[in-house]
């Protein structure tokens, strides 16, 4: 657990940081570290330089921003476990949040860190398709605002280019109910997930409107459920077509057995959880 | 004279505490040596191969690299000593070969670690990759040998009457057996079950530093050892020295487990290295590199057979057992699945037959891990009854009620020729089914059913031989005298009254946790009555401590703590004369208690220890003919072992959509004899169940078949936290031994030995409805949903 060696800066501002980072091709963000430094100690990355964003202010809070919620990069997973907002207007979030590592873990990992490192198997990301959200990448060149369901482009691949660092995520306030639920490797809602689910639904005249369901653990990438989508969209939302959503839920996906799970026992969970969490964002819509 | 106060048996805070909590507890990687260099070590990523070539120069250039040593250096120092010498004893360095994936292979010291590890990626080893064998019973057939030199992978076989036929004979069970299976009522139930590997995870990881003091021709060592005093021995006896000239400090362990039971070759190295360099050499084992480095536990494939009556009487037991050794033999390998034997056939007096193979396989060596042996046994035998229960429709408590040893029948010899020294089996059953309120819990569990839901019942009980050992062991092999040390598992313990009044205990154990400091003053206090704040209790120093060869095999209590219970009787003993002459009084009236001694009958009169100790040390003023000074030493060597025992019952629920096992309730109850501090029995217990719990569902060290530790780092080997486990609900039955005066028996790894089938008793008995049998351990989500699958067609 002894990384190579590596330059390290902590700079004060946003500028700062991505000056740093358009002059060192072979710099990375460092927000929390919980996933980062894990991978330099094992020696599996080695970057030359660590850019530390953890002194830039103004990017650890949740705001209310009219039409949507901001969440900086900075804000930690038990802010957005807890907060009012995200339970409002996300609550698959907050629920991927609070079901994120351990306590120690959720006091410095950040939700921008999970939704950039894009694990297979981190719950947040889940949550933050459900939810619609909108990333924000700066660089040295300006701003960009990147769709979640355009942001995970493979394990541990997100659509930010190396001199990018995500600023924070917008969730639009588009009403409905949402929900997340996992089986985590240790049984339970413990640890990475085996398998998830994220629902965000909105029902209107008893008909579903719009929704959108993610997986989590089960393919290459963190992503939206198409099939179930297309299933349960103008659906009138009972159980039977719960049934029929969750039925689609690989459909199109490539998944991927590890040690927690064979492919038919993660195509089942996602079926499974898909219809846990619909269930559950029905209930709140 | 006796005491008339006994902190035997209180509740007292552990005195380890307040440093352990403050983060003032110094562990090895706190203790820093002058000038000290950190070593670290090139480990093989084949699990067979041949070493054609190992090219050092680049490393051996760098900056800050004081040295790179492979097996030429070293060969001269010759394997590893092990205490059971069977099998292939482990080079120091790799020799041409490797036979695991982690073993080591050359050895880098430089500056600081960092370098270290620079050089290590430095360092070119041209390897010739072999076949490996991982399956045990691929193994056991020969079909590819691990050691060339060794005439099979079959080290040896232990059979359950015939495992020391020159000194015991028990007779042979089969001919029994067989007669029973002939019987036209006769209930045969069989399975084949895994009891898997597991890796120890002591939350600190091993941990030395070594410096040659040329000065005082003597090795300084501070390693996280749970046997400081074998380790010293190790280390003289591999460099000619007398193993007074090795002093070993084991300060605070975190966690050992039995993993820090062994000697590790870089426990030598670094001593070789200090030698070489004149400077101390350090090396801390990374997270992920123990998983490789450092001893692995279980590992055994059985088959179990169970013959009984349809009404419940077993009339036959069977076990028939490969055990992995791993590559190499270390401290106990060998020994382990004796361990297991001894218990094989539980609480129950019923023929058993045990054979188990030792197998050698291409992954690192098993040795001790909490339980060592007898969880595998129990394990075993715990899962056939339930199992029979089941086929039979008879309720598991009232099968296993029917075949316990009796209470007239103990001593008891058992199916290995071993008496059980006290048991009290149905008294403690029974303790449990009513805290459990197991008929409740039935009724809850059919309520449950009715509506759909799979909630299961586990009732296990378990049989545990420990606080080795008996002198007589070590006639095959349990003493370490090829160590320099002493030729049994004696415990010793030394107890002085200071001038002060107050009093300090030196022990030769080596505790990872288990608060001796708080249990030995309790011990001293009990006999001497002085308070407990005024003991201080030290341990793990081989040039303070008396000889003693650690803690290991809940030991400690029955055999150190009995040795220092002596020691404090003598000193208590003497210290009456002494205040039975400055009061007039006859020693027989004597009794010690609020730090000092009073004369029964006789209120207000006191001497304190404070004034004994001043005529201690200056005899003329005491009775006639004493000897100077108010301390004294012990060394106990029991008669037997002990045998705690105890019943647990799991209760869980299955989610049949997921596979997921949740926790309802957990129930023990345990039987370790007299208790010396009851919070601290349950925190062992707390501490053994988590560790069954970590085997029954999370844990594992899965090898694929090229020999590869696919689970080598703790994202993929979930131990165990405080959020994944049940309240536990305690309570315990006591029936003393009397094997030592102060009738304690040891509660080590009864947890653990209790634990792992009572939760996979639980899960079975809950998808019982839906036909399924048995699931092998650990009983993760994906398995128990499988067998749902399964069982469903
Ligand atoms: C013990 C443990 C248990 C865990 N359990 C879980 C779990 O159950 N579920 C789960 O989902 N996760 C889990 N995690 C991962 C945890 O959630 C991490 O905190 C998270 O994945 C990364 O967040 P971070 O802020 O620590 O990011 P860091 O480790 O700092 O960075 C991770 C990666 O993202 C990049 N990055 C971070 N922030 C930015 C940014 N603002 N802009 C651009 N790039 C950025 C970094 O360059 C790096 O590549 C666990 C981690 C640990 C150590």
């Known amino acids: ?285 | 004279m006796s005491t008339t106060t006994s902190a035997l048996g209180g509740v007292i805070r552990r005195k380890e505490d307040p440093a352990l909590i403050r983060g003032r507890g110094r562990y090895v990687d706190d203790i820093k040596r002058t000038g000290e260099l950190a070593a670290a070590f090139v480990r093989s990523p084949f699990a067979n191969a041949r070493i054609n070539s190992i090219d050092v120069s680049a490393a051996t250039a760098m900056a800050g690299v004081h040295a790179v040593y492979t097996i030429d250096d070293v060969r001269h120092l010759g394997p590893l000593i092990a205490q059971v010498p069977v099998g292939k004893l482990r080079p120091l360095l790799a020799d041409g070969a490797v036979k695991h994936v982690g073993e080591a292979v050359a050895m880098v010291v430089a500056d600081n670690r960092y370098i270290a590890q620079d050089a290590v990626d430095a360092i070119f080893v041209d390897y010739e990759p072999l076949e490996a064998v991982v399956d045990l019973k691929d193994a056991a057939s020969d079909r590819v040998k691990v050691h060339d030199d060794l005439d099979s992978n079959v080290l040896l076989a232990w059979v359950g009457h015939e495992w020391w036929a020159d000194v015991i004979a028990v007779e042979d069970p089969r001919p029994k057996i067989e007669e029973a299976k002939q019987r036209d009522d006769a209930v045969i139930v069989e399975l084949e079950m895994v009891n898997q590997r597991l890796i120890p995870v002591a939350i600190e990881p091993r941990s030395v530093v070594a410096s040659w003091n040329e000065g005082y021709e003597r090795f300084e060592v501070y390693s996280s050892s749970q046997i400081p005093h074998a380790l010293g021995g190790a280390i003289a006896k591999t460099f000619g020295l007398a193993s007074n000239a090795v002093h070993v400090r084991a300060p605070e362990v975190g966690g050992g487990f039995g993993c820090k039971l062994n000697v590790y070759p870089d426990e030598i190295l670094v001593c070789f290295a200090s030698m070489r360099l004149h400077r101390p050499v350090r090396f801390t084992e990374t997270r992920r590199e123990s998983a490789v480095s450092t001893i692995q536990g279980r590992g055994w494939v059985a088959t179990a057979t169970l013959t009984g009556t349809p009404d419940g009487r077993i009339l036959g037991y069977e076990l028939r057992a490969l055990t992995d050794m791993g590559a190499y033999s270390q401290n106990f390998t060998v020994a382990i699945p004796l361990l297991g034997l001894w218990v094989s056939a539980g609480q129950y007096d019923i023929p058993a037959y045990f054979e188990a193979k030792c197998v050698v396989t291409n992954t690192q060596t098993t040795d001790a891990y909490r339980g060592a042996g007898r969880p595998e046994a129990l394990y075993y035998i715990e899962r056939m009854i339930d199992a029979y229960a089941r086929e039979i429709g008879m309720d598991p408590a009232e099968v296993r009620r029917k075949n316990y040893w009796k209470n007239d029948q103990f001593p008891a010899v058992n199916n290995t020729g071993l008496a059980i020294d006290s048991g009290d089996y149905e008294t403690n059953l029974d303790k449990l089914l009513e805290m459990a309120d197991y008929e409740g819990l039935k009724r809850m569990q059919a309520e449950a059913r009715a509506e759909g839901r799979y909630i299961g019942i586990g009732l296990s009980t378990y049989l545990e031989i420990c606080g080795f050992g008996p002198s007589v062991l070590s006639e095959i092999g349990f003493g370490w005298n090829n160590y320099g040390l002493p030729s049994s598992f004696s415990g010793s313990g030394l107890v002085r009254v200071n001038p002060d009044g107050s009093a300090t205990v030196i022990i030769g154990t080596g505790p990872s946790g288990q608060g001796h400091e708080t249990t030995w003053a309790q011990i001293a206090s009990s006999v001497l009555g002085i308070t407990t704040d005024k003991i201080r209790v030290s341990h793990g120093d081989t040039a303070e401590s008396p000889m003693g060869v650690g803690t290991f095999g809940s030991r400690s209590a029955a055999v150190d703590g009995t040795a220092t219970y002596e020691a404090a009787v003598k000193v208590r003993d003497k210290a009456a004369e002494i205040a039975a002459h400055l009061m007039e009084a006859a020693p027989e009236d004597i009794r010690f208690a609020d730090g000092g001694a009073h004369v029964v009958g006789t209120p207000g009169r006191v001497v304190t220890w404070e004034e004994i100790a001043d005529v201690a040390y200056r005899p003329h003023r005491g009775p006639d003919g004493l000897d100077a000074g108010l301390e004294a030493h012990a060394v106990f060597s029991p008669g037997n072992a002990t045998w705690p025992f105890g019943s647990h019952i799991a209760v869980v629920e299955v989610d049949p959509e997921t596979g997921n096992v949740e926790f309802l309730r957990y129930i023990g109850i345990d039987d370790c004899g007299n208790v010396i501090n009851p919070m601290i029995v349950d925190g062992q217990v707390h501490g053994g169940i988590a560790q069954g719990v970590g085997q029954a569902l999370f844990e594992e060290a899965i090898y694929d078949d090229a020999g590869n530790l696919l689970s080598g780092s703790l994202i993929d080997y979930p131990i165990p936290t405080a959020g994944d486990l049940p309240s536990f609900e305690l309570g315990r039955t006591v029936t003393p031994t009397d094997v030592n005066p102060m009738g304690v028996k040891g509660i080590g790894e009864a947890g653990t030995i209790g634990s792992a089938q009572t939760i996979v008793n639980a899960v079975v008995d809950a998808l019982a409805p839906l036909g399924v049998k048995h699931i092998d351990m650990p009983l993760r989500p994906r398995k128990v949903w499988q067998a749902i699958q399964d069982a469903r067609g």
Request: net charge negative.
């Open chain 1, 1 to 285: 657990m002894y990384p190579r060696e590596f330059d390290y800066v902590a700079p004060a501002s946003l500028d700062e940081a991505l000056d740093a980072l358009a002059a060192n091709p072979g710099a990375k963000v460092m927000s929390g570290g919980m996933s980062l430094l894990p991978l330099m100690k094992m020696r599996l990355f080695s970057p030359e330089m660590v850019v530390d964003i953890g002194r830039i202010p103004g990017l650890d809070d949740i705001t209310d921003q009219e039409d949507h919620i901001a969440i900086g990069a900075l804000v930690r997973h038990h802010q957005t476990a807890t907060s009012a907002l995200v339970a409002e207007h996300a609550a698959a979030l907050a629920e991927a949040a609070a079901y994120t590592g351990d306590n120690q873990v959720r006091r410095r990992g950040t939700t921008c860190g999970s939704l950039a490192h894009a694990d297979i198997a981190a719950d947040q990301p889940a949550g933050a398709l459900a939810a619609g959200a909108t990333m924000v990448a700066a660089s040295k060149n300006g701003k960009r605002e990147i769709a979640a369901a355009d942001f995970f482009v493979d394990t541990l691949t997100s659509a930010l280019e190396p001199d990018e660092i995500l600023v924070g995520i917008r969730i639009p306030k588009t009403g409905g109910g949402s929900a997340y639920d996992k089986l985590g490797r240790r049984g339970g809602h413990s640890d990475y997930a085996v398998a998830g689910a994220a629902a965000w639904v909105r029902k209107s005249n008893g008909t579903v409107e719009d929704a959108r369901i993610a997986l989590t653990g089960v393919g290459t990438k963190p992503m939206l459920a198409a099939g179930s989508m297309e299933a349960f969209i103008g659906s009138d939302g009972s159980a039977a077509a719960i049934a029929a959503a969750a039925d689609r839920a690989t459909e199109g996906v490539t998944v991927l057995e590890d040690l927690y799970g064979s492919e038919a026992y993660k195509a089942h969970l996602a079926r499974v959880f898909v219809a846990r969490a619909l269930e559950q964002a029905l209930a709140r819509a």
